[in-house]
């Protein structure tokens, strides 16, 4: 449940959208196609841990997610408040740090989202990856 820290308004907006991909022999990475059947708890439990959710969820104050237009990808719109005592870490700042120690730590995304790579004549191929990109195109 996002926080309720909205008494001077939200700010640092940020909208993010995740994939899998997978590695191409031409080097390029090409987005897995996904059957998530519309089930946004189903495409967030498939991309996030739990532990990543809690980050989005307790430390924005405005959160919404959604499946990608293509169906394939989960979308994040998160934006912080300002917390009441301002000797405290902002929303921001506690995100930000959780985040990075989840990242570093191998415990945002799936782990069944990277896949090694398969070694070939025709060159290295197959290794799965995800992805996070930013988007201007915010969900609220």
């Known amino acids: 449940m996002a926080n309720s820290d909205n008494t001077y308004g939200v700010f640092n907006k940020q909208t993010k959208i995740m994939y899998q991909k997978q590695h191409q ?18 495409a967030k439990n498939f991309f996030l841990t739990a532990e990543a959710q809690a980050c989005i969820n307790d430390n924005g ?18 934006a912080f408040g300002t917390v009441a005592d301002a000797s405290t870490k902002s929303w921001a700042t506690k995100f930000t740090e959780a ?3 989840l990242v570093s730590g191998d415990g945002w995304a799936k782990s069944d989202l990277t896949t090694d790579w398969v070694h070939s004549d025709e060159g290295d191929t197959g290794a799965k990856q995800w992805f996070v990109e930013d988007s201007s195109d915010h969900l609220f």
Do not use: M
Not at 61 to 78: E, P, S
């Open 25 to 42: 022999a031409d080097s390029s990475w090409d987005i897995i196609s996904q059957s998530f059947s519309g089930n946004l708890t189903t």
């Open 61 to 78: 104050t405005q959160v919404q997610f959604a499946i990608t237009g293509d169906g394939n990808g989960l979308k994040w719109t998160v």
């Open 99 to 101: 985040k990075d120690a």
